[in-house]
């Protein structure tokens, strides 16, 4: 697998998966570790940190890329959040915290992408959504 730096154009603090474990045409599985430093523990919430529901949907979508990227089926594209429906947050993530993120590939073509995802904490689910991407030239 590559590294995830090869895999996406994000890079910190919007760079919201360290690793992918898993990338095939069905489905991708990644991690990300919340540590105490995050950029938006600051301010969500002083007291009791909390990784907000953008950032987890954020996270998901960034590893769905980053699997469809290590399959290398869309070439050198980059690929750009379009909609995102049935979000649905379960659980807290707080600093620290693990997040395993399965996603399924419903649809992947040359120009867009759909895909769904759930991401864990401690085998937990603590979000889950169903996104759309637009695929563009990156250049």
Known sequence: ????????????????????????????????????????????????????????????????????????VLDDSLIFLASVTKAKFRKQVRPGDEIRMVITNKRISKAMLRQSGIAYVNGEIAAEAEWLCLVGKNS
């Open 1 to 72: 697998m590559k590294d995830i730096k090869e895999l996406l154009p994000h890079r910190k603090p919007f760079l919201f998966v360290d690793r992918i474990e898993k990338a095939d045409e069905k489905e991708i599985v990644g991690y990300k570790i919340f540590s105490n430093d995050e950029f938006f523990f600051q301010g969500h919430f002083p007291g009791y940190p909390l990784v907000p529901g953008v950032i987890l949907i954020e996270s998901l979508a960034q590893c769905g890329g980053a699997g469809i990227s290590n399959l290398g």
